[in-house]
T-cell receptor, first 117, second 112 residues
Framework: NAGVTQTPKFQVLKTGQSMTLQCAQDMNHEYMSWYRQDPGMGLRLIHYSVGAGITDQGEVPNGYNVSRSTTEDFPLRLLSAAPSQTSVYFC????????????????FGQGTRLTVV | DQQVKQNSPSLSVQEGRISILNCDYT??????FLWYKKYPAEGPTFLIS?????DKNEDGRFTVFLNKSAKHLSLHIVPSQPGDSAVYFC???????????FGPGTRLSVLP
């Protein structure tokens, strides 16, 4: 069981470049999300999706786009990379609120370490 | 201002002793709390959770205590083992939502 898979694991970008971080899950979870982790700040929510075709902004959405065309995939796009976007990015998935008898914890991918120079 | 705080960036404990990790929150609407454990170069993994209708939840060596009046929760690990050495994140959500607010983490080192 693969769980949540993120690619790539490492990436170096030049300022102004764009790229897509991939995330896929095989647990049939409706809810998926992207977080970034910075030193001393924990994980902060960038964007989330409650199901295919539905996305919304989290705490720090500026400079990022998302789409959710299938239940399995939730890619994160950096439109024009900036040094402030140097971070470790985590994708997560969990059961939706509609399945109230299920546990609410999120399952995380291994992360993508992004450096913008 | 951080809504979830973990005021101890690091903690060292001897193997076999108790580890106590603390977490404070400011949003009274939070109704569900989780602890995650993170090893280097890996994603966080779920450890234990507690709903606001409870004040204690146990799972093996791990116990989480919630004090709603103080807006404080703690994670107790007894006995501590070297494999418990990791960064521990406290997280909270409101209105039975799936969006969580994370604390900055506490790095636990269990010394043999």
């Amino acid at each position: 069981n693969a769980g949540v898979t993120q690619t790539p694991k490492f990436q170096v970008l030049k300022t102004g470049q764009s790229m897509t971080l991939q995330c896929a899950q095989d647990m049939n979870h409706e809810y998926m999300s992207w977080y970034r982790q910075d030193p001393g700040m924990g994980l902060r929510l960038i964007h989330y999706s409650v199901g295919a075709g539905i996305t919304d902004q989290g705490e720090v959405p500026n400079g990022y786009n998302v789409s959710r065309s299938t239940t399995e995939d939730f890619p994160l796009r950096l439109l024009s990379a900036a040094p402030s976007q140097t971070s470790v990015y985590f994708c997560a998935s969990s059961y939706s609120l509609a399945e109230l008898t299920r546990a609410r914890e999120a399952f995380f991918g291994q992360g993508t370490r992004l450096t913008v120079v | 201002d951080q809504q979830v705080k973990q005021n101890s960036p690091s903690l060292s404990v001897q193997e076999g002793r108790i580890s106590i990790l603390n977490c404070d929150y400011t949003n009274s609407m939070f109704d569900y709390f989780l602890w995650y454990k993170k090893y280097p170069a890996e994603g966080p993994t779920f450890l234990i959770s507690i709903s606001s209708i409870k004040d204690k939840n146990e799972d093996g060596r791990f116990t989480v205590f919630l004090n709603k009046s103080a807006k404080h929760l703690s994670l107790h690990i007894v006995p501590s083992q070297p494999g418990d050495s990791a960064v521990y994140f406290c997280a909270a959500s409101a209105d039975y939502g799936q969006n969580f607010v994370f604390g900055p983490g506490t790095r636990l080192s269990v010394l043999p």
